[in-house]
């Protein structure tokens, strides 16, 4: 990617995190990157592009923080533990995409939003699933179903994926660690 486009994504992140798709237009991207209207459109077309270019690009690095996990640990716990961390570490504006990508669907042209969510399914859902699958066949969950477990896991960590609470993750292992017991364990006393 030439340093042009990455300056222009790193900067419609930051906006599109502080203002949202429909507050936000690309003359003022344009502006904060320090290019002109043209310079914009020359590397995107639309907002709309720009925006799931931006989404894209950070559902690709968790599909990454996933994988990772999958591959060096054995247990859901070292594996869910590795994920939250590897999320929890992403700067609060790559960690908000995440959320954004689910907020903001609506206002997207309806074949950029279906495209966009199959690839946000096979991306991050669909991944986080097969772990729950996979523990379940391997008798470290109770045989529930795996998507129910899938969005219980993330309606927990999705609060901390938005920027307001980065003060909250001063330890962003302790948070995952914690988490991933809160969700395997539950929170009574024992």
């Known amino acids: 990617m030439d340093e042009h486009k990455r300056h222009i994504l790193d900067v419609a992140t930051r906006l599109f995190v502080a ?14 990157a320090g290019l002109s209207k043209a310079g914009l459109y020359h590397h995107f077309k639309t907002k709309e592009e720009l925006f799931i270019a931006v989404l894209e690009e950070n559902i690709e690095t968790v599909a990454a923080i996933i994988e990772a996990a999958h591959r060096e640990h054995t247990t859901l716990r070292d594996q869910l533990t590795a994920i939250l961390t590897g999320i929890f570490t992403l700067p609060p504006e790559r960690r908000a995409i995440i959320r954004l990508a689910s907020q903001e669907m609506a206002a997207l042209q309806p074949e950029t939003r279906q495209a966009f969510m ?11 699933d097969a772990l729950m699958q996979a523990a379940i066949a391997r008798g470290e969950l109770r045989p529930l179903p795996s998507r ?3 969005w219980f896991f993330l309606g927990m960590a999705y609060p901390f994926f938005y920027p307001a609470h980065q003060n909250d993750l001063r330890d962003p292992v302790q948070t995952a660690t914690m988490m991933v017991d809160v969700f395997l364990n539950g929170a009574l006393a024992r």
């Open 118 to 128: 199959m690839r946000y399914q096979a991306s991050f859902i669909q991944r986080l």
């Open 148 to 150: 129910m477990l899938t």
């Open 19 to 32: 203002h949202g798709y429909s507050g936000l237009s690309m003359r003022e991207i344009a502006e904060a």
